[in-house]
């Protein structure tokens, strides 16, 4: 949620008649968070949004995490090829659990259809990070264009669809079980971004819509399923599911690319928590972009030896040259438990005095519950990853 939107027609008041210029009455619907008392976003729909011609249960939708047992143990660092995913399908039934705790589901996917259905993920809210790929994300609130480096925010429950536009996407997903929110520290008392945190209000791209006005309802799909429980639900729709004409309120999806990040620098090496973008129940979420290093003339630039005890870490690398690694690139996601020293490669440390600059780009999250590596994982998992941090 990162401020107030509004789009199409309203009436003055909330839970007044709004009435088209024949008359007929729209519909008001309250999409709410924290029951009643967290943010909200009004929709006023052309039709009831309670009929549904069928429900039942289905078998489409995308597997939920298992445990790979010999993932746990012994205790090692893991690195994953995310290229290595298979390729193909749509995304709302197209995703692979490759971590997972209470908390936090991490997944990957490659999708190249279009969704022929409508999606509302029931489980929690979605995080998705563009590695590759452009799309257009269909919602009540409208139409959100995303690209290869945004960050796409779905609320949970979200109706929507992913238009895929040419060429297969790579994504990698953070299914928050618990939400996801702008962390407190960013804001000032009346809500509105801090003039030192890493983005403002203007990084935000909103959705552009809503798709239907009174004379033109967009129609699409019949069909809507629904995640709950890590089971799915099919619904037959009585009436188009972008009926909406106007909406108001906090909840809509937004996208932020990740080099609108406004990075920090120190006079030494300053922690991983700098680069703290989002927050989610249980896990924070980092971005590490192209910036100027530590200015100290005795400054030791690269990510310091550390054994962080409360926090397993996950990092996607994307781009540029890792100061801290080797043997990676991008597409490698990596695994660093909590019990297991954190570390730069062996030379790394030393190599890295006197830089002035790096031009790595990666997205990071610490979880403060073990994450659980899954069968799903075992599959693009490159097994001589602990070994190669030996002298």
């Not at 078998?59 to 047992?69: F, I, L, S, T």
């Not at 799915?232 to 999806?253: N, Q, S």
Request: net charge negative.
């Amino acid at each position: 949620m990162i401020d107030r939107g509004h789009a199409g027609i309203l009436p003055d008041k909330p839970h007044t008649v709004l009435r088209d210029s024949s008359g007929g009455l729209f519909y008001e619907e309250m999409f709410t968070r924290g029951g009643f008392s967290g943010a909200f976003t009004y929709f006023y729909h052309r039709h009831p949004i309670t009929g549904h011609r069928e429900v039942s249960s289905t078998h489409r939708g995308y597997a939920p995490p298992v445990v790979d047992e010999g993932a746990m143990s012994p205790l090692k660092r893991r690195l994953y090829a995310s290229d290595k995913i298979p390729q193909g399908g749509q995304l709302f039934e197209r995703r692979f659990p490759i971590l997972f705790n209470r908390d936090v589901t991490v997944l990957l996917a490659r999708p190249n259809e279009t969704d022929e259905a409508y999606f509302a993920n029931g489980d929690g809210d979605e995080l998705w990070f563009v590695q590759e790929g452009t799309a257009r994300i269909e919602s009540p609130c409208g139409w959100l264009d995303v690209r290869t480096g945004d960050y796409v925010w779905i609320p949970r429950s979200m109706v929507h669809r992913w238009h895929i536009a040419g060429k297969p996407m790579r994504l990698l997903c953070f299914e928050a079980h618990g939400g996801l929110h702008i962390p407190e520290q960013f804001r000032n008392p009346v809500g509105q971004l801090m003039m030192d945190a890493p983005y403002t209000h203007r990084d935000f791209v909103r959705p552009t819509g809503p798709i239907s006005t009174p004379d033109r309802i967009q129609d699409g799909p019949r069909e809507l399923y629904v995640k709950k429980h890590g089971r799915y639900t099919r619904y037959a729709l009585e009436h188009p599911a972008m009926d909406v004409v106007g909406w108001d309120g906090f909840v809509y999806p937004w996208a932020f690319h990740i080099e609108r990040y406004q990075a920090k620098t120190g006079l030494i090496h300053l922690p991983p928590t700098i680069h703290t973008t989002f927050a989610g129940h249980g896990f924070v979420v980092c971005s590490f972009v192209p910036r100027m290093t530590d200015t100290h003339p005795e400054a030791i630039p690269c990510p310091y030896p550390h054994s962080s005890v409360d926090c397993d870490e996950v990092i996607l690398y994307l781009r540029g040259n890792f100061t801290s690694r080797r043997g990676v690139g991008p597409g490698a996601l990596s695994l660093h438990p909590a019990g297991i020293a954190h570390g730069p490669h062996p030379g790394a440390y030393e190599a890295s005095i006197g830089t002035k600059r790096t031009d790595e780009l990666a997205v990071m999250i610490d979880a403060y519950l073990p994450l659980q590596p899954t069968s799903q994982a075992a599959n693009i998992e490159d097994p001589g990853y602990h070994a190669s941090w030996g002298g």
